[in-house]
């Protein structure tokens, strides 16, 4: 095992940023830390909250008390109020990760490896490229040819290494994508030469220049035919990517990842950038990074990939990440090969928290373990209680239906890139609800759950044992199996298009004249009428025009032809008609027939 070199502790540092901030009302002036609950708000200033619930129904706004105000509607509210209002900012547990800045001497930092994110539109080729560059075969495995999961591997080149991120392509992965660019160095949007600028490509700069990123161009498939570079480089131009050879400052490489061309001068390219960038951390110092991924495996338990950014990462290093905390067990490159130690820069995969942390959180090495994990419970206790908060906040209007969903995958960011896809879901009729979404194997618990929720379970690449399923079947509860992300999305959207009022609309489908009219006294007046067009039918909708004018609109209860009643009578025949409830019918009226047909949505 290698030596621990003596590492600067993050504890004090800390420590020393923690700042306690109190919510009160004080000499006048309103202090609080963010967003609150009216029942919350009033109780801090001392007044009814029904007073407050009835200001915002006054404005349109139906809130109950365990609504979330935002701080403009606090800012509002103490306004309403007369008093002055200052936000504060607290670092405490919750959000110490955020916050918190960490300060290294310029002489204790060294070269570090630059974090690359490869972005751009669905079947532009990443994942094929980033086979390419790691020499595995991900891209046949993956279902719907879709990278599913996040990862991060490190490659050597030169005798230096660079670290890629690989981020899924799909639409529900945006999130993941942005979260992506915020963790990494430099971009490496890859375009296809065959098929130019697309909706994720644009996405995908925007990403990129929002986290002040630069970004490497990588014009994949240059080994099909119908590619014309000048007009990919016209169209990203207008995104504000302008290629060297334009005099712009985007380096463009033209390569492919099928045959490989192209990947050294890529690599050339990322060395270059980060050259510029001088990208350094302190070795010296208790790692600090991000959780990359993270997944539940029977056997070892929780399993998180995590880049360090900072500092030094032992075995046996006591961690915080997000909630979770826990001694590293066992520490592996993303190759499998187990690991003494990882410099900042460097993707590893390790076992031991308690629990598995969510894609996105920054993870700190501590000294002490029992400040840590006070710190860690301090944040899951919160982090509940904003989830509670924000469950009861949501109110749904009456009579619109939720479908309640359960969400099993096997690894966290897919599972959380459903979730958030499907809650964006909704109609008049419906909205989606995701009740629970998590990792690992469909459970009895989450049966039981569906149960009391009413709720579908859709496990993601995600094992259901067939006892569970004699269960679910026992008790009457679906779960359905997918391996691709947007076949979940299409259902659910054809599940709420079910819910949905069918519409229709009218269609006029026959016009008629009157020639004479028949006094019949157990009815009325019958018009005597031949079909100019279309056709009637029995029973259908009518209106009448005198003039050009409307003057009734009703229904036949009447359609003969003859003696005979008929269904239906088509354009150039004579026949006699009765409209209900209307008598006032005259010869040379016009008589047009419609008929509510479905439109389809």
């Known amino acids: ?24 009302l004080k000499d006048g002036i309103f202090i609080f830390t963010g967003p609150m609950t009216i029942a919350e708000f009033t109780e801090k200033i001392k007044k009814p909250a029904n007073e407050v619930v009835a200001m ?91 990278t599913q999961h996040t990862g ?23 999130e993941m994508r942005s979260r992506g660019a915020k963790i990494t160095d430099i971009v490496v949007l890859v375009v296809a030469a065959d098929d130019g600028v697309m909706p ?60 490989g061309k192209g990947i050294s001068e890529l690599f050339e390219a990322i060395n270059l950038q980060a050259d510029i960038l001088d990208l350094k951390a302190n070795r010296n110092r208790y790692p600090i990074g991000t959780v990359v991924e993270s997944r539940l495996d029977k056997g070892k338990g929780a399993i998180a990939t995590l880049i ?52 996105g959180d920054r993870f700190f090495g501590f000294t002490d373990e029992k400040f840590a994990k006070n710190l860690a419970e301090e944040k899951a206790f919160t982090d509940k209680q904003t989830i509670l908060k924000e469950r009861n906040s949501v109110s749904f209007e009456d009579g619109i239906k939720l479908v309640n969903i359960i969400i099993k995958s096997d690894v966290f960011g897919t599972s959380e890139a459903i979730k958030s896809s499907l809650e964006k879901l909704k109609n008049d009729e419906a909205v989606v609800n995701v009740v629970h ?31 569970i399923k004699q269960f679910a079947n026992q008790e009457k509860i679906e779960i359905k199996e997918y391996s691709v992300i947007y076949k979940i999305i299409e259902e659910v959207e054809a599940l709420l298009k079910g819910f949905k009022a069918p519409k229709y609309e009218e269609r006029k489908i026959g016009e008629a004249l009157v020639l004479k009219l028949f006094y019949y006294s157990k009815v009325g ?21 005198r003039k050009n004018k409307i003057i009734h609109t009703g229904k036949l209860d009447s359609l003969r032809k003859g003696p005979n009643d008929v269904k239906e009578v088509a354009s150039g025949m004579e026949f006699g008609c009765h409209i209900a409830k209307f008598d006032d019918i005259q010869v040379d009226d016009i008589i047009q027939a419609f008929e509510e047909v479905l439109i389809e949505e």
């Open 437 to 467: 979404s998590s990792v690992g194997e469909v459970t009895k618990a989450d049966i039981l759950l569906a149960q009391a929720s009413n709720a579908i379970i859709y496990a993601f690449n995600s094992n259901v044992p067939s006892s």
């Open 1 to 24: 095992m290698a030596k621990k070199i003596n590492r600067k502790s993050n504890l004090e540092e800390i420590k020393s940023q923690l700042v306690s901030v109190k919510t009160e």
């Open 200 to 259: 994720q490509t644009i996405e995908a700069i925007s990403h990129a220049k929002n986290a002040n990123v630069p970004i490497i161009v990588f014009v994949n498939k240059m080994d099909k035919q119908n590619t014309d570079i000048e007009k990919l480089k016209s169209e990203l131009s207008v995104h504000n990517i302008m290629s060297e050879e334009w005099g712009g400052d985007n380096m463009f490489i033209y390569g492919s990842g099928k045959t």
């Open 308 to 359: 360090i950014q900072n500092g030094t990462l032992y075995p046996r290093d006591f961690i915080v990440a997000g909630s979770k905390y826990g001694k590293i067990r066992t520490m592996e490159d993303s190759n499998g090969k187990p690991l003494e130690k990882a410099y900042p820069g460097t993707p590893v995969v390790i076992t031991g928290l308690n629990y598995i942390p969510l894609a």
């Open 525 to 545: 007046y019958i018009a005597g009428s031949t079909m100019l067009d279309g056709k009637f039918k029995s029973g259908c909708k009518v209106k009448v025009l």
């Open 152 to 174: 991060a591997y490190q490659i050597e080149f030169q005798n230096r290494k660079i670290t890629f991120l690989d981020t899924p392509g799909h639409e529900a992965f945006t």
């Open 56 to 146: 915002f129904f006054k404005k349109g706004k139906m809130y109950n008390l365990n609504h979330s105000l935002s701080e403009e509607e606090i800012a509002e509210l103490c306004l309403e109020y007369g008093f002055d209002f200052q936000k504060e900012t607290e670092i405490n547990a919750s959000n110490f990760m955020d916050e918190i800045e960490i300060f290294d001497e310029e002489k204790e930092m060294q070269l570090r490896a630059p974090i690359i994110t490869i972005m751009g539109h669905v079947d532009h080729g990443k994942t094929t490229l980033l086979d390419k560059i790691r020499k595995t075969n991900v891209a046949d495995g993956e279902a719907g040819g879709i």
